[in-house]
């Protein structure tokens, strides 16, 4: 069955690659381990090529409030409603190709939390970008990571949610 993917993923080909350029990598993550222990949320932006997205830039939204742990949307259609809006914003004001929602983990779980899961089952498919910051003194030692997860109900009972493994390129 191949589903036809729209928006703010990339391809369903098996060999689509994710890639990040190293220094857009590591002030992402550099971001997240400033604002530690709080979460950061924002956009990622990426360019679509012929076999592999490449991100190119990213934003952080400022923070109204600082949070350590997740909260539900106060509204959830107010929150599909916002991301569809900002979405389409983005492309038509930057012309970016791609357009992904990002938020960081500072406990260094890169799975998706509860909340997530239930953001993602609401707006019924799209892409969840987890940002892990560096945290050094902490044993073990917690590494950067960038990663991605994919999120559809659209044509199947069970949603299907795919791993977006991130290549770190040097440019
Ligand atoms: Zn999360």
């Known amino acids: 069955m191949t589903i036809k993917r729209d928006g703010e993923d990339m391809s369903g080909a098996k060999d689509f690659r994710y890639l990040i350029p190293e220094s857009l990598f590591k002030e992402i993550t550099q971001k997240a381990s400033e604002e530690y222990p709080n979460i ?21 939204n400022p923070d109204l409030r ?13 929150y599909k409603k916002s991301k569809i809006y900002n979405m389409r914003k983005f492309k038509a004001e930057l012309g970016v190709d791609i357009v992904y929602m990002w938020h960081s983990h500072p406990s260094g779980n890169e799975k998706l939390h509860a909340i ?15 940002v892990i910051p ?27 949610i795919e791993k977006m493994v991130f290549e770190i390129i040097s440019e």
């Not at 950061?40 to 952080?60: D, S, V």
Request: aromatic content about 14%; overall charge positive.
């Open 66 to 78: 600082k949070n350590k742990v997740h909260v539900k949307p106060r509204s959830w259609m107010r």
């Open 116 to 130: 997530d899961k239930r953001i993602l089952k609401y707006l019924s498919n799209g892409v969840m970008i987890i």
């Open 40 to 60: 950061i949320h924002g956009w990622l932006f990426a360019e679509r090529k012929e076999n592999f997205g490449i991100c190119t830039k990213f934003i952080k």
């Open 134 to 160: 560096s945290v050094p003194n902490k044993t073990p030692e917690q590494k950067a990571h960038l990663v991605g997860w994919y999120y559809d109900k659209r044509y199947t009972k069970k949603p299907i």
